[in-house]
């Protein structure tokens, strides 16, 4: 956990939470990064049973703290924070066009008779919630298979809360939101989402734009030599995140099979241009094709871990960026100037899709996939990269680089957000006592 004293800006300290042991989760696993897909409802078990010390932690820290920022994963800090005086300030890391159509109250399908709030079926998800911006891309139906995977939201593993109650949790019992995205690029979701909690703030704290890596990539590594030996925006680099993972446990806890690894290893083969792939870690158990290595040799390598990813981008050579379309990874793709092809796997990935895709913000080529199952082939990935890298491929993605990369405009982001965070109650009242204390002390 971090802790900053707002009376003295900038101090931060890092304080370890000790999680504990739950059957069936590995010793020391702190991240979803590093587990499979059971593994991570187990860590949200085992995250709740740090409970006593993250309240332990807020009495400690009480006097030099005026507001917590919290995941999803934990509403219960709200509760924490409340005797303590504490405000407490929902964090979300997804596009608030993923928050609007999956998390907000109105996505309940009313109450049953025990009075609970009823969770929505795969049919019921196929249509956006009562109220969605009805000039939205996202309100036309959504594809069975995207319905169909939602479902794990609204599904409970362990006894625990689903991610669902999760978020409404957080959303309705915190003194407002934090969302790093921007009113340009979401406002009629920010505003619905606003306005299904009754007006209650939504801070905007700007899409997060990385800084530039810092030096070149080691001429000695493998991946510098390979990637300068080919000619300017010629490389494909592929990647899918250290969240992504190709099955995940459904309704009834059993793993829902996912085959998007061998298209995309295949549409390697098939492109005539060169192509790197970083699938996650554990992503590289499953089968590749036959052969696959020897067929794209020259052309084409596979690597897995922690990469250099933004020096990639940044190389020269690299033209396009198939990647999940993960919030972030479109974020960093497009400032680095490369075309995206968009393959979004899970859950708030379609609506990132949709959001930055042609259907919206026209920043990247979506990879076309069937309707009912989701299913997609080699050229399928292989025709949305030669569309992305045509030379109209490249759509309104000039436009949304510069003004991402606007110092202007960061700055602007920036100011608001600080303003917007004075404005909330109790923090605006302890921000004008410490303004008045400053006064005291430099006029005695």
């Not at 970083?278 to 897995?304: D, I, L, M, N, Y």
């Not at 479109?330 to 930055?356: H, I, S, T």
């Given at each position: 956990?971090?802790?900053?004293?707002?009376?003295?800006?900038?101090?931060?300290?890092?304080?370890?939470?000790?999680?504990?042991?739950?059957?069936g989760?590995?010793?020391?696993?702190?991240?979803?990064?590093?587990?499979?897909?059971?593994?991570?409802?187990?860590?949200?078990?085992?995250?709740?049973?740090?409970?006593?010390?993250?309240?332990?932690?807020?009495?400690?820290?009480?006097?030099?703290?005026?507001?917590?920022?919290?995941?999803?994963?934990?509403?219960?800090?709200?509760?924490?924070?409340?005797?303590?005086?504490?405000?407490?300030?929902?964090?979300?890391?997804f596009?608030?066009?993923?928050?609007?159509?999956?998390?907000?109250?109105?996505?309940?399908?009313?109450?049953?008779?025990?009075?609970?709030r009823?969770?929505?079926?795969?049919d019921?998800?196929?249509?956006?919630?009562?109220?969605?911006?009805?000039?939205?891309?996202?309100?036309?139906?959504?594809?069975?298979?995207?319905?169909?995977?939602?479902?794990?939201?609204?599904?409970?593993?362990?006894?625990?809360?689903?991610?669902?109650?999760?978020?409404?949790?957080?959303?309705?019992?915190?003194?407002?939101?934090?969302?790093?995205?921007c009113?340009?690029?979401?406002?009629?979701?920010?505003?619905?989402?606003?306005?299904?909690?009754?007006?209650?703030?939504?801070?905007?704290?700007?899409?997060?734009?990385?800084?530039?890596?810092?030096?070149?990539?080691?001429?000695?590594?493998?991946?510098?030599?390979?990637?300068?030996?080919?000619?300017?925006?010629?490389?494909?680099?592929?990647?899918?995140?250290?969240?992504?993972?190709?099955?995940?446990?459904?309704?009834?806890?059993?793993?829902?099979?996912?085959?998007?690894?061998?298209?995309?290893?295949?549409?390697?083969?098939?492109?005539?241009?060169?192509?790197?792939?970083?699938?996650?870690?554990?992503?590289?158990?499953?089968?590749r094709?036959?052969?696959?290595?020897?067929?794209?040799?020259?052309?084409?390598?596979?690597?897995?871990?922690?990469?250099?990813?933004?020096?990639?981008?940044?190389?020269?050579?690299?033209?396009?960026?198939?990647?999940?379309?993960?919030?972030?990874?479109?974020?960093?793709?497009?400032?680095?100037?490369?075309?995206?092809?968009?393959?979004?796997?899970?859950?708030?990935?379609?609506?990132?899709?949709?959001?930055?895709?042609?259907?919206?913000?026209?920043?990247?080529?979506?990879?076309?996939?069937?309707?009912?199952?989701?299913?997609?082939?080699?050229?399928?990935?292989?025709?949305?990269?030669?569309?992305a890298m045509?030379?109209?491929?490249?759509?309104?993605?000039?436009?949304?680089?510069?003004?991402?990369?606007?110092?202007?405009?960061?700055?602007?982001?920036?100011?608001?957000?600080?303003?917007?965070?004075?404005?909330?109650?109790?923090?605006?009242?302890?921000?004008n006592?410490?303004?008045?204390?400053?006064?005291?002390?430099?006029?005695?």
């Amino acid at each position: 956990m971090l802790a900053c004293s707002a009376a003295a800006a900038g101090a931060v300290a890092v304080r370890a939470l000790h999680l504990p042991s739950v059957p069936g989760l590995p010793t020391a696993a702190a991240s979803t990064a590093e587990i499979s897909a059971n593994g991570a409802e187990l860590l949200k078990l085992s995250l709740d049973g740090a409970r006593p010390q993250v309240a332990a932690l807020r009495a400690e820290l009480r006097p030099a703290v005026d507001a917590v920022l919290f995941d999803f994963a934990t509403p219960w800090v709200c509760d924490v924070a409340a005797p303590l005086g504490v405000t407490a300030l929902f964090f979300n890391v997804f596009s608030a066009a993923a928050i609007a159509y999956m998390f907000v109250p109105a996505r309940g399908r009313g109450h049953g008779v025990d009075g609970r709030r009823q969770l929505p079926s795969a049919d019921d998800l196929t249509s956006a919630p009562a109220g969605f911006p009805p000039g939205s891309a996202l309100a036309a139906p959504l594809p069975a298979y995207q319905a169909a995977e939602l479902t794990y939201a609204y599904a409970s593993f362990h006894g625990m809360p689903c991610v669902y109650k999760r978020f409404v949790a957080s959303l309705e019992h915190s003194a407002g939101s934090v969302m790093k995205t921007c009113a340009e690029m979401e406002g009629p979701y920010v505003s619905y989402i606003s306005a299904q909690l009754g007006g209650k703030p939504v801070l905007l704290a700007g899409p997060v734009v990385p800084e530039p890596p810092r030096g070149e990539l080691n001429e000695e590594e493998p991946w510098a030599s390979w990637l300068s030996s080919f000619p300017d925006d010629a490389v494909v680099f592929a990647s899918f995140g250290s969240e992504t993972v190709p099955a995940r446990p459904g309704r009834d806890g059993a793993p829902r099979s996912s085959a998007w690894r061998r298209p995309t290893a295949r549409s390697s083969q098939c492109s005539t241009s060169p192509n790197p792939w970083t699938p996650r870690p554990s992503s590289t158990r499953g089968p590749r094709p036959a052969g696959f290595r020897q067929r794209v040799k020259g052309r084409g390598v596979v690597r897995t871990g922690w990469m250099k990813q933004q020096h990639i981008l940044r190389h020269r050579s690299v033209g396009c960026y198939v990647n999940h379309a993960g919030f972030s990874s479109v974020v960093e793709g497009l400032v680095a100037g490369c075309r995206l092809v968009l393959l979004p796997l899970k859950n708030d990935q379609y609506f990132n899709a949709a959001l930055f895709g042609a259907r919206e913000l026209r920043v990247g080529v979506e990879v076309a996939r069937r309707e009912e199952d989701g299913w997609f082939g080699h050229y399928d990935v292989s025709e949305a990269v030669a569309a992305a890298m045509a030379a109209d491929g490249e759509g309104d993605a000039r436009k949304w680089r510069e003004f991402l990369m606007d110092d202007a405009v960061q700055t602007k982001f920036a100011d608001k957000f600080i303003e917007d965070l004075k404005q909330i109650e109790p923090i605006r009242s302890i921000a004008n006592i410490q303004m008045s204390r400053r006064h005291r002390s430099l006029n005695p």
